[in-house]
């Protein structure tokens, strides 16, 4: 073989050993190290992570997505828990107990994923800090046997701006369906009465959700409250003036009838006012004072209150010769001592006086007013 042919033969040798070479080269890579996969279980917060001015009384959640809890924990700033419940699935957790004004809370534990693959559970989020908190009193108290006309009173010690948002979170639920509704008789009470008379044995329980509840500038519900009391028998008293009897209806039957001397007739500063009223407050022995009419400290005993105008019924054994005759007093219901005494022994706060022929009506103005307004008036005066 000549030698031009040879080195023709190797050159293409050598060509073709070059393009497997760059072929091969071309088609493989160095191997490469995989990524993990992310967790898939996804946690999160009601309110969101880092959250600010959140309401102490709104619900607080934590919920897994693709996963479950295997621990979680709501803590303050001092470390103390808030107590919580885990859902049967270990998918959601939610607050028991209202958290506090002005705090700092921490979510801490982890999630389990479907992956099996763990996800810490962590945030923070922040309270609202209140302008001032404002406190609230509730009657009737607990455990209370009171009359047929008893309203439900709610008093705040500061005037209330937001009187929607506060009857919102009153309510009232009875043994048997009674009809009522609320009314703001200034902007510090709210009453709650029936329709008609309380049925006699109702069972009434009643819930003012007032905490973390906005009153309006800044200020917020210092406390929830509650009572649960019973109404007791149907005990009315029928004060008609012109009679100078004082009549006592029980369960619909009439159980008294007393002697009785009401308010000068021809001296309106002295009238026993026509208006349906409640008793208020028992006390065995009142001291009764009214300049105007010239007597101070005077002791009457079986006092039962029924306007913060004057109005009591009570014993006047000094004016015995009156009773049944004239009427002569300055505004109370004057009774013989035994006869004061048996009424106010019967008597239950709440009971209704209702008074009627007198020259003069009491204006809505003397507490309790409840019942001197018609359910017309009443409802106008509820914000809702």
Known sequence: MSGSKLRSRWAALAGALAAVLLISGCGASAPQEQKPADPVA????????????????????????????????????????????????G???HTTEALGYGKS???????????????????????????????ATINPTDNAEVGIAMPISVKFDEPVQDKAGIQRALTVQASV?????????????????????WPAHTHVSVH???????????????????????IGRAQIVKAAVGTHRLVVMRNGEQVANYAASYGEEYDPGRNTPNGTFIIMQKNPVEIMDNPRYGYRDVRKTWAARFSNHGEFIH???????????????????????????????????????EVTGSASTMPAQFDVYDWLLNWDQWTKKSAL
Do not use: M
């Not at 996963?67 to 859902?87: C, H, M, P, W, Y």
């Not at 703001?184 to 009453?191: K, P, Y």
């Not at 009427?327 to 022994?345: E, M, P, Q, T, V």
């Open 315 to 353: 014993e006047n054994q000094e004016n015995a010769a009156a009773l049944g005759k004239v009427n002569n007093s300055h505004g109370c219901i004057n009774l013989s001592a035994a006869d004061a005494k048996a009424y106010f022994d019967s008597a239950l706060l709440g009971d209704p006086v």
């Open 91 to 93: 998918k959601s957790w």
């Open 177 to 197: 369906p009674v009809e009522g509704s609320w009314a703001w008789l200034s902007d510090r009470q709210v009453d709650w009465r029936p329709k008609e008379y």
């Open 42 to 89: 996804e946690v999160s917060f009601e309110p969101g992570a880092d959250a600010g001015e959140v309401n102490p009384a709104a619900p607080i959640t934590a919920t897994v997505d693709r996963g479950r809890f295997d621990s979680i924990a709501l803590a303050n700033t001092d470390g103390k828990q808030v107590a919580g419940e885990l859902s049967k699935d």
């Open 105 to 135: 809370y921490s979510w801490t534990g982890q999630a389990i994923g479907d992956d099996g693959k763990q996800v810490p559970v962590q945030g923070t989020f922040s309270t609202l800090q209140p302008k001032k908190t404002i406190r």
């Open 208 to 230: 003012a959700k007032l905490y973390g509840q906005s009153y309006g500038q800044g200020s917020y519900g210092l406390a929830d409250l509650s009572t649960e009391f019973d």
